[in-house]
């Protein structure tokens, strides 16, 4: 499997989905960057409470709670940045920038396809089927984005570690 296939797949997901990758990336991306920044060492409600009744704290409160605030904190940072990054490429992907569609054209293997509707059908060199989505917003096609697929026979254009990154190649369209 090529490294560079893989990274190209994992950025494809975000580009061929972009106008529901907008909205769950923007709304995800608020709450998860207020929990990677929130603060640690600070009491919690229950401590406050139990210090007014005077009541003891538990054993179990100490170290390894502070260790696992810093494991969560730094989760939340990560995916902080995946959904800043799948934001961003999403919103590549609706202003037609061609960022997976060129490596997966250049580098992948053609075969005939049916279009219907929203979904492409195709098979691949081993044999299995698949059946993708093609969305309006943000269409998997190239070099011409915005060409008229009239369809239902077209040629795509995939990746063969990963089939699910596919391109219809309008190159291939009739005039």
């Known amino acids: 499997m090529n490294i560079m296939d893989t990274i190209v797949w994992l950025a494809n997901f975000p580009v061929t989905h972009g106008y529901a990758m907008v909205f769950i990336a923007g709304f995800s991306f608020m ?55 799948s934001i961003v490429l999403a919103i590549l992907g609706l202003i037609g920038v061609p960022v997976t569609s060129s490596y997966i054209h250049d580098n992948g293997q053609p075969a005939v396809a049916t279009l219907d ?16 989505p093609h969305d309006f917003f943000t269409p998997s096609a190239y070099p011409d984005r915005d060409a008229w697929i009239p369809g239902p026979d077209v040629v795509v254009r995939y990746l063969p570690s990963h089939p699910q990154a596919y391109v219809i190649d309008t190159s291939q369209l009739a005039d």
């Not at 640690?40 to 170290?63: F, K, N």
């Open 31 to 85: 709450g998860l960057f207020a929990q990677s920044f929130r603060k640690i060492g600070s009491r919690s409600q229950l401590s406050v409470i139990r210090d007014r009744e005077g009541l003891p704290e538990p054993d179990s409160a100490g170290a390894g709670r502070t260790v696992f605030a810093h494991l969560q904190r730094l989760f939340f940072r990560v995916l902080t940045a995946v959904m800043a990054v």
């Open 117 to 132: 509707g929203d979904w492409v059908t195709f098979t691949t060199a081993t044999g299995e089927t698949y059946t993708l």
